[in-house]
């Protein structure tokens, strides 16, 4: 409304009407549902076995997903989002299935990580590859890039995470001291600081510039997969085993609230049974 809300009332258990001075009733739809908007991977492009990765570029034009054959071949391809319509497929992007992407902040640049150890970069428009980085000795589950596209961030299955120098390919830095698989990674806003979640139980941050610790989020129950954080730091999220999406405040590592799993009615039944 562009004038002061003076009246409300439901129409209906979900339908809620809004009266303004700016002589304008709304009706608001206040619970809508999610509706498929279409499927990606039809017969005329079809996905190889699990899709495992998934990436929109900062535009939201194109959608990249990557999985593959487990230990034959890496599956990477572009959508456009639009018509759901295959852009390009990089054939033999890895040689193992395909765990992580990311566009570049700029969208111009493609990060994969793989199976097969390597985190790879490619040219978007040409699909063709621009650097390949060699130095994890297990699985790369996440990769993510610094805001300006000159490092990138990687973290995986042999419970490091090691920073990369964009343009030269060298690691600048292994951050070791996990005790399991570290599954994702992401930067925080225009810092050098990333979040990764772990195996462990818990989401941890660190500084990718001098491997120092920050902070680590707990209170969760079981294996972490991913993990997301605000722009400015103050909001961290990650998810996991246990189903339950977990929120911590950034800056103490407090948890804010956690979303648990529906309950089913078996397990409804147990629970007031004991």
Sequence with gaps: HTGAVRSLSYANNTGLVSGSADKAAVLWETSPEWTLVRTIGTDDAPLVDRVISLAFSPDGKQLATGGGEPSRRGELKNWNVADGKLIREIADAHSDTVFSLEYSPEGNMLAS?????????????????????????????????????????????????????????????????????????????????????????????????????????????????????????????????????????????????????????????????K
């Design 113 to 273: 990580g793989a199976a097969d150890k390597f985190l790879k970069v490619w040219d978007v428009a040409k699909g063709e590859m621009i650097r390949s980085y060699e130095g994890h000795t297990h699985h790369v589950l996440g990769v993510s890039w610094k805001f300006d596209s000159t490092v990138l961030a990687t973290c995986g299955a042999d419970n490091v995470i090691k920073v990369w120098n964009v343009e030269t390919g060298e690691q600048q830095r292994t951050i070791s001291g996990f005790n399991k698989q570290l599954t994702a990674i992401k930067f925080v806003g225009n810092t050098p600081e990333v979040v990764a979640s772990g195996g462990d139980t818990q989401v941890h941050r660190r500084r990718s510039d001098n491997g120092g610790t920050v902070r680590t989020y707990s209170g969760g129950t079981d294996y972490m997969y991913a993990v997301a954080v605000s722009a400015d730091g103050n909001v961290v999220v990650g998810g996991g085993e246990d189903s339950a999406v977990r929120v911590w405040n950034g800056a103490d590592g407090k948890v804010l609230r956690t979303f648990e799993p529906p309950k089913t009615e078996g397990a409804a039944e147990t629970t007031a049974a």
